[in-house]
Antibody
Framework: EVQLVQSGAEVKKPGESLKISCKGSGYTFTTYWIAWVRQMPGKGLEWMGI????????RYSPSFQGQVTISADKSISTAYLQWSSLKASDTAMYYC????????????????WGQGTMVTVSS | DIQTTQSPSSLSASVGDRVTITCQASQGIRNYFSWYQQKPGKAPKLLIY???NLETGVPSRFSGSGSGTDFTFTISSLQPEDIATYYCQQYENLPFFGGGTKVEIK
């Protein structure tokens, strides 16, 4: 079964760092882009960025460039989203999702989604 | 960046009704357009890719069309299990989601 399994919910304080994960299985992890999508409480979906695990080529939405870092470790089929200094406004559900086609340019629908990781930032 | 404006933000319809949601891109795009369904507490689900292609396993009452700047998503006969929020997404360049349409049963 093709799936993405994300790490568990996190509760952090402002200023702390955090790295959440997304592990792929059931397919060749290195050949599909992985996107990260934010959903703030009660709000819509926001595309944050994307990475190609085969060569770690990462691209960011201008809204998130410099705010987060997207990375991947292809040896363990895992993508990551990390913050160096969290803010209360980072409180949200974060989803990873896979591009629909292998070897695509990244211009693709997202067909497999993780279950989401809830990040709560509060003092 | 290419923005997408989705409308309406919410709608209420009866079981069996035809439901239409539209998205307008800020500039013309090719067929790099998808539609997703999100039920409360769940991850989004891909329904339509490349404007009009139905994802495997998705019921045929869902469809998509459009070109240039105007794209449409249709549920031909609304069912109770279709209650959800629907999002459009362009991926001509940096992907961008529309604001969502919450669909409720009247």
């Amino acid at each position: 079964e093709v799936q993405l399994v994300q790490s568990g919910a996190e509760v952090k304080k402002p200023g702390e760092s955090l790295k959440i994960s997304c592990k792929g299985s059931g397919y060749t992890f290195t050949t599909y882009w992985i996107a990260w999508v934010r959903q703030m409480p009660g709000k819509g979906l926001e595309w944050m960025g994307i990475i190609y695990p085969g060569d770690s080529d990462a691209r960011y939405s201008p809204s998130f460039q410099g705010q987060v870092t997207i990375s991947a470790d292809k040896s363990i089929s895992t993508a990551y989203l990390q913050w160096s200094s969290l803010k209360a406004s980072d409180t949200a559900m974060y989803y990873c999702a896979r591009s629909r086609r292998a070897y695509s340019s990244g211009r693709d629908g997202l067909d497999i989604w993780g279950q989401g990781t809830m990040v709560t930032v509060s003092s | 960046d290419i923005q997408t404006t989705q409308s309406p933000s919410s709608l209420s319809a009866s079981v069996g009704d035809r439901v239409t949601i539209t998205c307008q891109a800020s500039q013309g795009i090719r067929n790099y357009f998808s539609w997703y369904q999100q039920k409360p507490g769940k991850a989004p689900k891909l329904l339509i890719y490349e404007t009009s292609n139905l994802e495997t396993g998705v019921p045929s009452r869902f469809s998509g069309s459009g070109s240039g700047t105007d794209f449409t998503f249709t549920i031909s006969s609304l069912q109770p299990e279709d209650i959800a929020t629907y999002y459009c997404q362009q991926y001509e360049n940096l992907p961008f989601f529309g604001g969502g349409t919450k669909v409720e049963i009247k």
